[in-house]
């Protein structure tokens, strides 16, 4: 139903309806967002790119085909983007105290702060720690991991097959493992 | 199964890729092997641990920024559109006036492989537009002011204003640069 209503959209965006394109920017600012910053790592940049991925899909409109789903055709291209940032200067460390990776809550507030410091620590290193791995295998855990994607749509995202995208999330949660947990345990046979 | 082969196996015991046989081998390792179900655990918790991450709002102000960015540039997209429309009708003119005019003037048929050389010349003039214009306008100006406006003298006329258009629309459409590579590309 999604996939029809964005069609729909994308029909009515190349009929001249900029309204139109405006409700697919609304659909998708989050996630997009939400992509862009944790493959670049600070909300600034995030921004730029978020903004220069969808100015780059409306160019692109007419080479998108209803076969394909909206979704991971724009995430193709933001994901394009972000590499192209990426080249220019790699991911920037985000501070803790960055808005951005405190925790949401329903009220808006934590109500236990010391607990919410400790998520937002987490978050924090979990954070750091994605940005040391090489920018593939961040966009594998990205798109499976913090967009929800199953491997198949990633790997339709990344141009690649479905075993290179699990290959580079497989690569990148041990690595991920060995960062946020340094006390590496031997095996007992 | 070996530790070493359990844990190649985690990542993907985690994704639910294993058949059935190995993945009751993995648990029933795990199960006994409390350095591999560390193991399985710190990897289970990287997952968590990714999955729990908070989402960040993004800036209402986006939707806006796209929009006004994309609507510049259809903005500037229009006229470029019109010019381009223009050129096409204008080269079409260009040709049928041209080819009216050389069967009316009685030049016999066309050289074909000349029309490679004349429309580099063509397009290598579009830098001295102005003087073409008024070097090929001259006479047609001089024959209409002695009153000889038969057909043949309105079809030139009409051919050098066809003429002008197009490279009018050639200038705009085309850089400098375009324009002299396309001038080598048909001078070939």
């Given at each position: 139903m999604e996939f029809d209503a964005d069609d729909r959209l994308v029909h009515q965006t190349l009929a001249g309806d900029l309204k139109a394109y405006g409700a697919l920017v609304d659909r998708y600012r989050k996630r997009v967002y939400n992509l862009a910053y944790r493959m670049l790592g600070d909300r600034e940049r995030a921004e730029d790119a978020t903004q220069e991925a969808f100015i780059r899909a409306y160019r692109g409109l007419r080479s998108y085909?209803?076969?394909?789903?909206?979704?991971?055709?724009?995430?193709?291209?933001?994901?394009?983007?972000?590499?192209?940032?990426?080249?220019?200067?790699?991911?920037?460390?985000?501070?803790?105290?960055?808005?951005?990776?405190?925790?949401?809550?329903?009220?808006?507030i934590d109500a236990d702060p010391p607990a919410a410091y400790g998520r937002t620590e987490t978050q924090a290193?979990?954070?750091?720690?994605?940005?040391?791995?090489?920018?593939?295998?961040r966009l594998a855990i990205a798109l499976v991991h913090l967009q929800g994607l199953s491997?198949?749509?990633?790997?339709?995202?990344?141009?690649?097959?479905?075993?290179?995208?699990?290959?580079h999330a497989h690569r990148a949660r041990t690595t991920l493992k060995r960062l946020l947990t340094p006390q590496f345990q031997e095996c007992v046979p | 199964m070996t530790c070493r082969r359990v844990r190649a196996e985690l990542n993907r015991y985690l994704?639910?890729?294993?058949?059935?046989?190995?993945?009751?081998?993995?648990?029933?390792?795990?199960?006994?092997c409390v350095a591999c179900a560390r193991e399985w655990e710190q990897?289970?918790?990287?997952?968590?641990?990714?999955?729990?991450?908070?989402?960040v709002e993004a800036p209402a102000r986006l939707t806006e920024s796209v929009l006004d960015a994309v609507g510049?540039?259809?903005?500037?997209?229009?006229?470029?559109?019109?010019?381009?429309?223009?050129?096409?009708?204008?080269?079409?003119?260009?040709?049928?006036?041209?080819?009216?005019?050389?069967?009316?003037?009685?030049?016999g048929p066309l050289d074909l492989s000349g029309w490679g050389a004349w429309a580099?010349?063509?397009?290598?003039?579009?830098?001295?537009?102005?003087?073409?214009?008024?070097e090929v306008a001259g006479p047609v100006l001089?024959?209409?002011?002695?009153?000889?406006?038969?057909?043949?003298?309105?079809?030139?006329?009409?051919?050098?204003?066809?003429?002008?258009?197009?490279?009018?629309?050639?200038?705009?459409?085309?850089?400098?640069?375009?324009?002299?590579?396309?001038?080598?590309?048909?001078?070939?």
């Open positions: 085909r209803p076969s394909a789903r909206f979704a991971s055709w724009l995430f193709s291209t933001t994901s394009h983007v972000c590499i192209d940032h990426l080249r220019r200067r790699p991911f920037a460390a985000v501070s803790i105290d960055e808005p951005g990776v405190r925790p949401a809550t329903a009220e808006g290193q979990v954070h750091h720690a994605l940005g040391r791995l090489p920018d593939t295998q491997y198949e749509d990633a790997a339709e995202v990344m141009g690649c097959p479905v075993g290179t995208v699990k290959s | 994704d639910g890729d294993l058949s059935d046989e190995r993945r009751r081998g993995v648990r029933e390792h795990l199960a006994a990897l289970r918790g990287v997952a968590a641990m990714l999955e729990g991450l908070s989402e510049r540039e259809r903005i500037a997209e229009a006229p470029r559109q019109q010019a381009l429309t223009g050129l096409a009708l204008a080269g079409v003119g260009l040709v049928l006036s041209t080819a009216i005019v050389v069967s009316l003037a009685g030049w580099a010349s063509l397009a290598a003039a579009g830098a001295k537009q102005v003087a073409v214009a008024a001089n024959a209409l002011a002695r009153g000889r406006s038969g057909p043949l003298v309105w079809l030139l006329a009409a051919d050098v204003a066809a003429l002008m258009a197009v490279l009018a629309g050639a200038r705009r459409l085309l850089s400098v640069k375009r324009l002299r590579g396309l001038t080598n590309m048909l001078a070939m």
